[in-house]
């Protein structure tokens, strides 16, 4: 039982990225990457760091696979995948939450 339950664990992944932007050609793919992160269902939670909801460790292995579908030719990149409950301790020292981020949880969604 134990299993079945972590296997349904809801998550969070954050991603970090830290692209160049000296060129053109640096700027359209970070852009690129950007616009693919949104479709993929990511949102930006500060420049550069984005946000996306899963619900299960298979989701966020096809997420992953993705990503890497995606990625840039330069620059860092970095996953950070956290259950909902780690995500909810998280400090804002300044600033608020983005409308955003309370879209992106685990309840149902009801429309009448």
């Given at each position: 039982?134990?299993?079945?339950?972590?296997?349904?664990?809801?998550?969070?992944?954050?991603?970090?990225?830290?692209?160049?932007?000296?060129?053109?050609?640096?700027?359209?793919?970070?852009?690129?990457?950007?616009?693919e992160l949104i479709k993929l269902g990511?949102?930006?939670?500060?420049?550069?760091?984005?946000?996306?909801?899963?619900?299960?460790?298979?989701?966020?292995?096809?997420?992953?696979?993705?990503i890497n579908n995606i990625l840039p030719p330069e620059g860092d990149i970095?996953?950070?995948?956290?259950?909902?409950?780690?995500?909810?301790?998280?400090?804002?020292?300044?600033?608020?939450?983005?409308?955003?981020?309370?879209?992106?949880?685990?309840?149902?969604?009801?429309?009448?």
């Open positions: 039982m134990d299993k079945l339950k972590t296997q349904f664990r809801q998550m969070k992944i954050l991603l970090f990225y830290d692209l160049p932007t000296t060129s053109k050609k640096n700027q359209s793919d970070m852009n690129k990457f950007r616009n990511f949102i930006m939670i500060q420049e550069s760091v984005y946000l996306k909801h899963c619900y299960n460790h298979d989701w966020v292995k096809r997420t992953k696979e993705k970095r996953l950070l995948v956290i259950t909902n409950k780690q995500y909810e301790e998280i400090e804002i020292i300044r600033g608020n939450k983005k409308n955003k981020e309370y879209y992106q949880t685990d309840e149902p969604l009801i429309i009448i």
